[in-house]
T-cell receptor
Framework: KAGVTQTPRYLIKTRGQQVTLSCSPI?????VSWYQQTPGQGLQFLFE???????NKGNFPGRFSGRQFSNSRSEMNVSTLELGDSALYLC???????????FGSGTRLTVV | SQELEQSPQSLIVQEGKNLTINCTSS?????LYWYKQKYGEGLIFLMM?????EEKSHEKITAKLDEKKQQSSLHITASQPSHAGIYLC???????????FGKGITLSVRP
């Protein structure tokens, strides 16, 4: 079966711009979560969506937002980009308790 | 909040050698996940442990969960260059759907 698809793979944006990243989970998985990975902070949880509702949220500013559609695809948006937002953004698809999370290949965002 | 400490931070081993890496939690472990990552790429799911004393194996990798010590270990037998990468442990704090990760251990295997 198809894995988790994240688009685009790479992005270069300028400070102050906004960006939207997309994640298509594994068919049948209703939970999609997002993580930010940087060399200094490691992997940090951003938020999780389940059946179009945000169920969990990490400690990130309001510039980071997300949503989930009825087909479980999810998008995350970062507004007013800062240099520190440069990171690998990963999304994870999850079928539920007792199972592992499947991660996508990530989107590498560079803010210049 | 839960914190995971992974040790050692990095490891270089000769091909064919066995090795063990650890992950220690600051709080009770409800679920412990091991992932492998190649630099700049996504995480590859290795194993999930949920019960104290649980041990799982896949090919040459074995993971154990010590509930009392709030610790998990990952053991690789007869390491190969294909085992090289970053090994990350992630824990479910009981909130479900949210994982806290350790900083990762970079493993290099010399041919």
């Amino acid at each position: 079966k198809a894995g988790v698809t994240q688009t685009p793979r790479y992005l270069i944006k300028t400070r102050g711009q906004q960006v939207t990243l997309s994640c298509s989970p594994i068919s049948g998985h209703r939970s999609v979560s997002w993580y930010q990975q940087t060399p200094g902070q490691g992997l940090q949880f951003l938020f999780e969506y389940f059946s179009e509702t945000q169920r969990n949220k990490g400690n990130f500013p309001g510039r980071f937002s997300g949503r989930q559609f009825s087909n479980s695809r999810s998008e995350m948006n970062v507004s007013t980009l800062e240099l520190g937002d440069s990171a690998l953004y990963l999304c994870a698809s999850w079928p539920g308790p007792g199972y592992g999370y499947t991660f996508g290949s990530g989107t590498r965002l560079t803010v210049v | 909040s839960q914190e995971l400490e992974q040790s050692p931070q990095s490891l270089i081993v000769q091909e064919g050698k066995n090795l063990t890496i650890n992950c220690t939690s600051s709080k009770t472990l409800y679920g412990l996940y091991w992932y492998k990552q190649k630099y700049g790429e996504g995480l590859i799911f290795l194993m999930m442990l949920q019960k104290g004393g649980e041990e799982k194996s896949h090919e040459k990798i074995t993971a154990k969960l010590d509930e009392k010590k709030q610790q998990s270990s990952l053991h690789i037998t007869a390491s190969q260059p294909s085992h090289a990468g970053i090994y990350l442990c992630g824990a479910d704090s009981g909130a479900n759907s949210k994982l806290t990760f350790g900083k990762g251990i970079t493993l290099s295997v010399r041919p």
